[in-house]
């Protein structure tokens, strides 16, 4: 199923890859899931002559830092789990819905996890390694932009995100320096990729920020990537992938969560990879 939607200042476009009951942790068939890919900013890029940057965490980038501060901003990487049901935010915050309480846990078991899949899967597909980043310069790209989202989803009020969502657009350009280290380094190469996870978090049922019904046990992930044109340093393509999938065990079990991540970011890893040199209108 596909289908074009415009945000004004925000998405220029979205594609929706598939729309789909799918079975995503072991014995259990999630009720609601959704998969799609956000054109940040719709370009054409190509596989051939592709540098891959390592993967980074757009929490580190933005420089997030508590657990609780990045579920707030939806850039939480981990285990959410939900005790005591709902109450609502006092008024001069905006009265919205939350879960009375919210625990986090494994939050760096699973960001190596992550990183590892993702990491692998590119280097899988590409036929090459990644190259590291510059010494002192670990996170290359600061300078990105965050904003509001305030265009509704067909699952508002029991979707598992914070409202209000947000978007993440990248530098228009590599600066100078990243752009000179690149070229050096990947000297065959003409583009650059930095594949980047916004947010990759399993939970059990419970009441994400804003939505009023709640949601079932589920999982999340969702990767951004950013390419750049190595001879003149600007920005060429700015994907974002998201999926989610409810109605799975409530359990927490870290190994069945494991599972469910896993088979949602090796898909969405496709995707993206798929949708680097198809241009917005070749899909």
Known sequence: MRQRSSYPGKLSAILVVALLPVAFFAGCSSVDSLSAIYLVRAGQASTEGLAIAPVQFIADVLGERSPRSQY???VYVGLIFFRGGYDRAPAAEGAYIRNKT???SLQ???RDDASSQLAGKLTRLSGRGMLPLPPNQRLALENFRSSRNFEPSPNEGRENINLPRRVFSAPEELRPEIRGYWRRNAPQAS???FPIILQYYA????????QELGCLAGARVSTKFVVYDLETGKIVLDHDADDFALGGSSSLNPNERHRGLQALLEAQIQAQW???GAGPDRR
């Open 72 to 74: 707030q901003t939806n």
């Open 102 to 104: 919210t625990e986090f």
């Open 108 to 110: 760096q078991e699973i």
């Open 191 to 193: 583009s650059v990729l």
């Open 203 to 210: 939970h059990n049922a419970g009441w994400f920020n804003g």
């Open 274 to 276: 798929d949708a680097l």
